[in-house]
C-alpha cells in the first residue's frame, strides 16, 4: 500500500509551529505542493527556510483565521496560482482556561472565535472552489477534550465539541460533491500549546497513567493520520472523528 498524494494542493492553517507544521512538512514530503497560513510571522519564516533547503513545494501565508478577508484573499491567491485546492487542514488552534466562575469572557471569545469560528471561515472560502472540482478532503483538528471533560476547560472543550458536529453538518452537506469532511483528536501531544513534556516527572507521570498505552502522542502519529485522510484510500470516510489519543 502506497499512500500516492503527489502534485494534490494543501492549505494547512496554524502551520507554523507544533501539529500543524509538522503536518505540512510530511505533506509536502509525500509531493504536496503545501500552502501554510500562521498569524506568527518568525515561525513562517523558518518553515519558508526548511521548504527552500529541502526543495518542497509550497508557500507561506500571513493569515489569521479570525478574517475573513485575509482567508479570502490567500485562497485567491492560491486559486489563481494552483488552480485548484485538494486538501484543507484546519488545524489552527488555541486552548484558554479557567473554571467557569473565573474564565474571562474574552477567553472563550477567543477560543470560540480560532477553533470554531476559525474553522468555519475557511470552509466557507474553501468549500466553493472543491464543489467546482467535485472533490475535497477537509479536515479538521478537535481533541480529546471534546469528549472527556476536564476540569477548568470549559471553552477549550466546548469549541471542540463545536468543531466535531460542526464536521458532521458539513459532511452531510457536501456529500453530494464527493468531498469527505472529518475530524483528527489528538489526546496529549507535547507541544508549545501544553507544555506536557516540562511538568514534574510525578505530573507527567499522573496524566500519562490515564492513557492505554501510557507514553505520549508524537506529532508525526497526527500527521501520519493526515495523510491517510487525504488519500484515495480514505475516500469512502466522511463525518468521522478520529482520536489520537493513545487510548
Ligand atoms: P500550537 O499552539 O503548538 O500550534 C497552534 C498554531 O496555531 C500556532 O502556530 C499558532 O500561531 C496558530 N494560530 C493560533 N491562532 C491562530 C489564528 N487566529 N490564525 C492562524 N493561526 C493561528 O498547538 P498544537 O498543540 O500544535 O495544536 C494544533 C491543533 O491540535 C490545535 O487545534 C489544537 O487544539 C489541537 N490539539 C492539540 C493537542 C495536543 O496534545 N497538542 C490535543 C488536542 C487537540
Sequence with gaps: MHIDLNGKVAIVTGAGRGIGREI???????????????????????LRQEFVQQGYQGSQYLCDVR????????VRDVEQKLGRIDILVNNAGVAGGGTVDTLQE?????NLD???????????????IMKKQKSGRIINAASFAAI????????????????????????????PWDITVNCY????????????????AQQQQRLLDT???????????VAHLICF?????AGYITGTMIDVSGG
Design 24 to 46: 505540512a512538512v510530511t505533506l509536502a514530503r509525500e509531493g504536496v505542493i503545501t500552502v501554510v497560513t500562521d498569524i506568527n510571522e518568525s515561525n513562517l519564516n523558518d
Design 148 to 175: 472527556v471533560p476536564s476540569y477548568g476547560s470549559a471553552a477549550y472543550a466546548s469549541s471542540k465539541a463545536g468543531v466535531e458536529q460542526f464536521t458532521r453538518v458539513l459532511a452531510g452537506e457536501l456529500g
Design 67 to 74: 478574517e475573513f478577508g485575509q482567508i479570502a484573499e490567500v
Design 211 to 221: 492513557l492505554t498505552l501510557r507514553h505520549w502522542g508524537k506529532k508525526d502519529d
Design 114 to 128: 480560532i477553533n470554531l469560528k476559525g474553522t468555519f471561515l475557511m470552509c466557507k472560502a474553501v468549500v466553493p
Design 185 to 200: 483528536s489528538p489526546g496529549m501531544i507535547p507541544t508549545d500549546m501544553n507544555h506536557f513534556a516540562e511538568l514534574p
Design 229 to 233: 485522510l487525504a488519500s484515495d484510500f
Design 106 to 110: 474574552e477567553v472563550w471569545d477567543l
